[in-house]
Nanobody, 123 residues
Framework: QVQLVESGGGLVQAGGSLRLSCAASGRTFSSYAMGWFRQAPGKEREFVAV???????HYADSVKGRFTISRDNAKNTVYLQMNSLKPEDTAVYYC?????????????????WGQGTQVTVSS
């Protein structure tokens, strides 16, 4: 069982930056691929970024070049650095974990989810 807790969300102006963190419980964090997803009001949850257990990464086209995913296995934490934020990045951001597909991008592939953290980008 893995428990995930996100933090770092908030209100920021367009063009600004935020860093989200996701702290995981358990002793096997390093064996999990960790993903970030987001859900805007009235929209479906969508993939943002994933980092594998071997530190490979993959991003949604909408955030490529602006967002960076990273992990610190010693701290059981995954991060999402978000730069050049746009109003359309406004959403609840969720982290998720799974061990089957190193670069999974679909919701159904993930077994564990955090409660989410709100990111609001003002224009």
């Amino acid at each position: 069982q893995v428990q995930l807790v996100e933090s770092g969300g908030g209100l920021v102006q367009a063009g600004g930056s935020l860093r989200l963190s996701c702290a995981a419980s358990g002793r096997t964090f390093s064996s999990y691929a960790m993903g970030w997803f987001r859900q805007a009001p009235g929209k479906e949850r969508e993939f943002v970024a994933v980092i594998s257990w071997s530190i490979s990464t993959h991003y949604a086209d909408s955030v490529k070049g602006r967002f960076t995913i990273s992990r610190d296995n010693a701290k059981n934490t995954v991060y999402l650095q978000m730069n050049s934020l746009k109003p359309e990045d406004t959403a609840v951001y969720y982290c998720a974990a799974q061990r089957l597909n190193p670069l999974a991008t679909t919701i159904r592939e993930y077994d564990y989810w955090g409660q989410g953290t709100q990111v609001t980008v003002s224009s």
